[in-house]
């Protein structure tokens, strides 16, 4: 892996991040237009960071960002690099109304890898770092739920040592539902 730095959102990332949601899940075949609560990702820091939760990005410089030659696009800039990864925690009071409840858990919203840089251990990187941020404050369970259109994510939570614990629909997507003791 290359010189992944990852931190703690900065407000000058708010258009890169929303740059990544929406590559990413069109290169899944999903319209970003379509995918329901995506509003907190036009206010990270009442979303994320004044809930008690957290929101983290993943940057490269620029000359480790370079993408294949034949990569319809790149990563988006930010002030110190370009964004490559990117996802958020919550406590599960604070998610969304209709997803589940877990008392006392915390739920992963908004993982994000750039299509250019998947399958590089970026994802694993951040998800370790959003599980020790979930640790360090407290929280003995964490949830992750994903869209059955995006068979990497589910594949990812899987291996990641997350159990299915259940299916839903919501918004017309087929939802699967993983958690995780920590």
Known sequence: MSDLRIRRYDPRDADAVWDLHEWAMGETGTDPDDVPGTE???DVE???LDTGGTFLVGVLDGDDAAASPDADRSPPSVHDGVVVAMGGLLPNEAG???ERTVPGA???????????????GYGHALL????AAAADLGYETLLATTARTQPAAVEFYRDEGYERVGESTV???ELVHFERRL
């Open 40 to 42: 907190d990702l036009r």
């Open 46 to 48: 009442a979303s994320y």
């Open 96 to 98: 969304h109304a209709d």
């Open 106 to 120: 915390a739920e992963l919203h908004r993982m994000r890898v750039a299509p250019t840089h998947q399958r590089r």
């Open 128 to 131: 370790a770092r959003l599980e």
């Open 171 to 173: 918004a017309g997507y």
